[in-house]
């Protein structure tokens, strides 16, 4: 049950973000800023309730027998979830 976990980090940190020079330009910023800001909460709750989901899997997985059906059986149940999970993000 190996999971392979891959990490945004990366992409995250090669966005470049063009330099506030003016006072209008930071109020433009502040505005996009809130105006988002709820949706950005709401998506981050659901992206921390599908790592634990992932974790308590992970945990479950590691006390089962490789290669036992119960273990193919839990693993086949995470993908279904974690897809019905990518199609509403």
Avoid: W
Wanted: charged share 30%.
């Amino acid at each position: 049950c190996s999971l392979i976990l891959h990490s945004y980090k990366d992409h995250f940190s090669l966005r470049r973000y063009i330099a506030i020079v003016s006072l209008e330009q930071r109020q433009r910023y502040k505005n996009d800023l809130n105006a988002e800001y709820e949706e950005y909460r709401n998506l981050h709750s659901q992206i921390d309730k599908i790592n634990k989901n992932f974790r308590q899997f992970h945990e479950q997985c590691m006390s089962l027998i490789p290669g036992a059906e119960d273990r193919q059986v839990k693993k086949d149940k995470t993908v279904k979830a974690v897809l019905h999970h990518s199609s509403v993000l």
